[in-house]
């Protein structure tokens, strides 16, 4: 199992499992490619970057916004700016989130594979670190943009943001504890969405 790493270093984890695995075949595997491959969104960035401020105009958003989905999205820029095209609401901040747009969240669900709130609020974006208030005010309205996706009902949708709300108050909890081993059982009393096996 390769877990724990950072997207910064999916590359050199990969690139170790498979030497590991190529090491017991009869064949031989070619070397290593990865490190010149383009991540995805990298192809094409700087003719982007550039014409930032056309990709403003022609969508409407700020050109702030469109250089925060290029630093985020790369080339994939196209595929939100198509979203809130079919969508202007999408172009929308999210509440106490200002920095990030409905279309992510709408986006990490159609094509990041999103399944629950916290992981569109806490893996996909970066708003449980990086707004204020942990990304309380937004969930409902994330949980709302994600729910027609995923087809999630009503009561779904609130056993979501409950959820989510339960995380923010175990992890604000675990923060005022007097050590490492009590925030620990603190932080883990709050039961995953789905259990880890």
Do not use: F
């Not at 916004?65 to 202007?88: C, K, T």
């Not at 990030?100 to 629950?116: M, S």
């Amino acid at each position: 199992m390769v877990a724990g790493g950072k997207y910064t270093t999916y590359r050199v984890m990969a690139k170790d499992a498979v030497d590991e695995a190529a090491r017991g075949l009869d064949e031989k595997v070619p070397d290593c490619v990865t490190q010149r491959v383009p991540l995805i969104g990298a192809d094409g960035y700087p003719a982007l970057w550039n014409s930032r401020h056309g990709l403003a105009e022609r969508s409407g958003l700020h050109v702030a916004r469109i250089e925060h989905l290029l630093n985020r999205y790369g080339s994939l820029v196209h595929e939100l700016l198509a979203l809130v095209a079919a969508d202007p609401s999408l172009g929308a901040p999210l509440p106490s989130s200002d920095d990030y747009l409905r279309v992510e969240a709408v986006y990490a669900v159609t094509h990041e594979g999103a399944r629950h709130l916290e992981d569109v609020l806490a893996r996909r974006t970066r708003i449980s670190i990086e707004s204020w208030d942990r990304g309380v005010d937004a969930a409902r309205t994330v949980a709302e943009l994600m729910a027609p996706q995923l087809g999630w009902d009503q009561a779904h949708q609130d056993r979501e943001v409950n959820h989510y709300l339960k995380r923010v108050a175990a992890e604000r909890e675990a923060q005022q504890q007097p050590d490492d081993q009590t925030a620990d059982a603190v932080r883990l009393g709050a039961p995953d969405i789905i259990p880890v096996r």
